[in-house]
Structure formats: C-alpha cells, structure tokens
C-alpha cells in the first residue's frame, strides 16, 4: 500500500479491495493511525462491525459509503500529504469533512487562519491538529502555547487532549502516548491572562518587577485615590473660584461621581490604553457651563492613573486588565529581544477565540510569533465579536495580517474555512439564515453569501421539528406584563426536554433547555418568575462570585464577630449556615430598635461557641480563627439540608427519584464548600495571614461585593442528574448549546441613554456623556463627533450578540419579540422584523 502512515491513511477503493487489506488496515489502527475509508459498498461496514465499536471509540476509524458509485482503482492518501487528491475524493461523499481534514493535516510551516462559523467543530479541528504536530511532526509538547477564552476551556482541552492520548494507548499499548501525556503539564494552554501573567514573571523585571508578581484587583485603592484626588481638585478649584461643589458636579451627587469617575478609568483599561495613552489622551473641549466638569474628569482620571503605576511597583503587584497592558509596555520599549529571556521556546501558538482578542494581544501574538519564529493557528469567528466593551476589536483578523506583513510574515487567511454545522438542525439553520443574509445587506453583520467561502452555515443534521423557530409578536410597556406570555412558553420547553431526558441512560449526554438574556438583571428577573412558578432553575451569569450565597453567608459571620453588640448583625449570622435559631426578628424589636438585652441568647443560637472564637480573635490571627469555625460548623451541611429541603418542594419532584434529589442537594453543597475554599484563597493573595484584622476583612469583602463583576464562581465538574431551566446571559452562553432556546426579552434599546465614554480608534480622543435621568446631561465636545461612529459599531456588535443567541440552538427557538420601542431606535425586536421595509 505504498508508505507506511504515521498519523493518518485515506483508502478509497471497492469492497473487494478493502477486504483483501483489511489485516493490514487493522495493523495500521493497531499503531495508532487514523483509518478514513471511502467506498461504495455498505458490505464494509458489515465486515468490520465489531472493530468500528472498539476503532470509533479512539476516534482513529471513520467510514464513508456511496453505494451509486464506480470505483475502479483504489487511492491512498498518506498522512494529507496530497490535499488536492484527497478533496477530489470528499466531492463524492458529503459527509467527510474535508476543510476539517485539510486544517489537521495543512504544512507545519504554515501560519493558518481559522475562519470558523458556529458550532463548526473547531475544538475538535484544534485537538486534531495538535495530534498531528505530536504524532506525525513530532513537537514536543513544551514547544505548544495554546490561549483560550476561558479557564473553562483551557481545563476542557486538556481534558480532550488527555483522553484522545489514553485511549490511543490503550488500543496500542504503545509506549510514546504515556510519554506524551506525562509531557502534556508542560504544554501551556492557558488564558490571555494566565499566559502574560507567566510571561511577565521572566521578563517583567524590564518594566521593574520581581520575579513573585502578584495579582490584585486594587478595587479599594482606586477608589480610594479617586476620593482623595477629588478632595484636593475641589479643594483647589473653591479658593480660587467663587461656587461650591454641587454646582460643579450637577447633576450628580458626590458618590455618583465617584462611580462614574471608576467606571471610565475601567474602560480605558478595558478598551487596552497603555497608561502613556491614557496620560496623554484629548479630552477636548467643552460647552459653556462643562468646562469644569471635562476639566476634573481629565484631571482627577490621569492622577489615579499615574498612582496606579506608582502603586504597582512599589507593590509588585498587577490587576487582572493590566496584565497585557504591561507586555504591551515591553513590546514597546524592547521589542522581540525582550522575549529572548523567555525559557521556554514557543515553536507553535493557537489562539481561540481570536475575534474576541484586543489591539494590545494582537500586537503580543505578533511579537512572539517574530520572536521565536513561531508558527501561529488563529481561529474564530467575527460574527461572534462580542466583547467590544472590554476592548476586543472585531476586526483581529484584518489586524493581525497587517501587522504580519509589516514583519514580511504571511499568514495563509484564504484557504481554511469551515462551515459544516454540527449543533443545529437544517431546517432551523435555514430559516435562520433569512434573517442573517438581511444583517448582512444592512452592513449589521459581516455575512457574505457567495458561494465561494460563504458564511452561511451548512446542518449536518435534520431537524426534529417541522417548524423549529416561533417568534412571538408581542407589544408591552413594561417586563413584567410578558411574563404572562414567556413562563407558559418556559415549562413547556422546559417540560420536553426533561421529557427526552428521562429515556436517556446513565451515560447519555442529557439535553439542555436554556433561556439567555443580554443583561445580567434580565436574567434575575427571569430567574425569579420560574421560582414563582416552582421550576428547578440554575443561574449562570459571568462574575457572581462575591455575590454568591457562600461569600454572602461569610461576611454575615464576619458581621457578626465584628459588631457582637449589634443585635442586627448577630441575628443575620444565625439564620443562615452559621446559626441554628428557631425564633423570629419580630420577638427582637421594640419602637426603639433591636432589644440589646437579646443579644446574649442570640449569640446563644450560632452553631459554633460564639464567646470562645471571640476570646480567641484577640490573640490569634483571624484567618486562623476563621478557618476553625468552618470546621467546627461545617457550613456546606446545612446548605445541603437546606437545599433537599427546597428540591422535594419543587413543582417536578416528583419526577425524580429521591437517590437524585439526594445526589443535587449534594453536589450544591460541595460548590458551596468549593467557593468558600476559593474566598480563602483571595484572602491569602489579599492579606498576610499574621497581621490582618477582621475589620480589614471585612471591608474588603464589602467593596468586592458591591464592584467585584469579574470574578467567577467555581463550578462543580460532577455531572448533572437533575434538569435545570439554564438562566443565562448571551455572554456567557458563547461556546455553549441547547436543544431549545427561549429569548425573552427584545425591546432594548442599543444605545440606552446612559452616562458613557467613548474614544477614537488612535486612542487620542475622549469622549464622555453624564446623564441622569429627568435631570439632565454634560458632555465634551468630541462626544457628538465619536457618537455616529459609536452608534454604527453599537448595532452591529447588538447584531452579533443575537447571532451568537440564537445559534446556540440545536433543535427549537423560540423568541419573544416585544415591538414596544421598533418605531423609534433599533432593537433586537427590530432585527427580527418581517418587513424588511421597518
């Protein structure tokens, strides 16, 4: 048969020939290579039954039939050397896969770029290339970075990884799969910030950073420095003009300035300004009676900032946004000689997501690239760009291959596509589709039709309804008065999905139904009608840690110790996980407050000697103290109760068994023992164990909790055994899928009213607009003039946010659209028009 294959083999032949080379072909799977057999004969299929179980399973058999064909002699391909003739051979069977196969098996020297649509496989192109460079190029694994959106998917590649590994070793047996997974803690698949954390800490000392760099979110010393530098602005500004305060920030109150202040320093941080480029950018001018209100917001935003760089020396420490903001720095001052103290050698970088990467990692990916004559894999999809608020330029691809070729560096943007759609059904694809082509003719959408490298998605699939998709036209003023229509809509879904999955076995991947929103507070509404209604649901929304009932439940026990006086803070301590009362608040209050002398027999009803830790927070630090009443309580005990308790009372209890009602109040109890470990570790990166007081604590818990929305809660890996309406915003939907989606709510406007501050793409102008409602508004003069463009970027980024919605779908969507606010801007419901004439 020619060469033997190291990594993968196309045979296309008749049935005759395939059995005769069946020992052979067996032999070759045997060794761990990849077996696509082609034929026109289903007889093959017959032959090997009992191999394609075991082959299947390792992923290293695929067979495709077309039984109206003549195949008179037979063909190799031997490890995608010759392309052309393998995708003359994918012509004839539609469901190979063949941009898949080319993407796997292109030429190690290559810079490839991705374009890939929704639910396309491109985790599985990534994997399956990375198998390539291992088995067939033999990289060592140390020589591959791989930066993902998430931790989430990071964990979940390796895991892939991992297993495709051990699964090849044990149909083998050979040695070189055990040798490469032992080497796989050395490939680097990490996020964004995870890779230039571990970049900065060799090269950070170039910027004045020692070698344990650590991270911090410095959200109460910003705030801090915002307060202070407003004192002295103020201070200043009253002894030389005559006025007061409340006419220079009208129509704000002191503490809403403060808020808006923090929020438009975030966003230069997230929109990637390097601090030279915050220190140095326009803000213009001002119409009469704004002058001094551009004046402060210039003043006070370029005087924190230069604190915070002071800060993060002296301290050796970094926020979570800043990490790529200081190797940009690097870059800038040193350039790729910088990165020649790196210790390890970075032949290969993928990147996810690449849609979603701003100016700055750009600029980083190219670096590294000149650097160490990387080899780069970028995959994404532009039509899911939708983090343009935290900086991410939707157009990364056009960017990188300017920036390549800057360098004299090509990278191939032409050839790989991929458009095979293996989430959502044909019937739903297409109707969908008259929806993304009107996008598209708008400009709203970057979605081209021709035939040639079309974005227009291709189902794999049938669908198991006739009509999948129901758009429910509906115009209400308020939310509240569609919860008549969308709850009836949710357990109906809901209803058929628990339905489908009560057939499935132990193992079966279970079907999900999920309701996703565009805002957080959307989805909490969402989330308290179906507790109304008694539907088990489950609310995932992006940065909820320090909101989340264990961080919550803490700092009512940290209350408590703090103020043991305070017959409010000790009576919130012993209703919760750390208390045991059976009496109620009412008993506790005169017309004066809360009865002082109820206090001892409150402290009585805690779980834990309330006294002792008392006495003992006087001579032993806190955090040890702490650590001592969690395992004398054992908080997740009672949320376990607790949450049984909740799960027998639901609508559908009795739809499972009570072994399952046991297993989903124990896994919720094991999140929340998994976020308190968590909470522990902040406080550790936070705080020295010795010297920090409980008063120290918390406050910051107390600041976190009211700004902190990045930080994410641990989620639990064990399976599932209960069904849950799944609350989500878009956002955090991206990379996930439903069998049904439900979109609630479609009548908000894409450029709400709201205070804000935008910049030009060269980063040297600002822009700001304060407005309060029914009080009225300030801005500078380069607002009006970055509006129309903001407007413009507004609708089409709005546009891919219900791109990314609605093909999370795999077999039902439903969407309700709320026509309240059609006449006047543009809105989801908008988008969803009928009449293209609207």
Known sequence: MGNAPEYSLVVYADFSYIQTEMDKLCLYMNSGVKLLLFTNSGKVKEIIEILQKEYQKTKLLYIFVNEGLEIHNPIQVVDGVNLQLAEEISK???EFNFDQYKIEHAPLAENIMVKAGAGTGKTTVMIDRILFLLIKERLDPSEIV???FTREASRNMYRKLRQELFSRFNLTGAKEYIQWIEKLNNMRIQTIHSFAKSLLREIGSLRGYGLNVRLRSFTMEKRRWIEEELDTYFQSELETVQGNIETIISPLKMYELIDIIYDFWEKFEQKGFTS????NASFGTAPKGHEKMNELLETVIRKVEKRFTKAKVTENSLSLSDLSREMDQIQEQYGQEAFKHVSSKISYLFVDEFQDSDDIQIRLFVTIQEAFSSKLFVVGDIKQSIYRFRGANHTAFEEITKLLKQRNVSINDKDYYLQKNYRTGKTLLDKMDSYFSWWGQKKFLAYQTEMENSDKLIGMFGSDDEDPLTIDNKKEEQKEQMKRYIIPEIRAGFKRVKEMNSEKGPFDEREKFAVLTRTIEEARIIESWCREAKLLTKLEVGGSFYRSKPVRDFHSLIL?????????????LVYGPYGKASFTLQGLISEKGYLLEKNDYIKGQTSFDFLKYQKQLKVVPVLSVLRRILEQRKPSQW????????????????????EQLIQGAFKHAQQYELNLGKLFEKMHQSFSEEFVSLAQIEKWLQVNIATNRDEEEVIHDVEDVLDY?????????KGLEYYTVLIPFTERVFTPPFSKIIFNKEKDKVGWLIQKQNAGMKSNNFYDELYRHENLESIQEETRLLYVAMTRAKQRLVIHRNRKNDNYNWTWSKLLSTDRGE
């Open 92 to 94: 004839y069977f539609h």
């Open 146 to 148: 791989m930066i993902t």
């Open 276 to 279: 030279n480029e915050i220190l």
């Open 560 to 572: 408590g110790l703090l103020y043991p006086n305070d017959a409010k803070f000790v009576s919130n």
């Open 639 to 658: 949320i376990y109760s607790r949450r049984l308790d909740e799960l027998r009372e639901l609508q559908e209890a009795s739809e499972y068994t009570e």
């Open 725 to 733: 309406v799944h609350i989500t915003t878009v956002h955090r939907s």
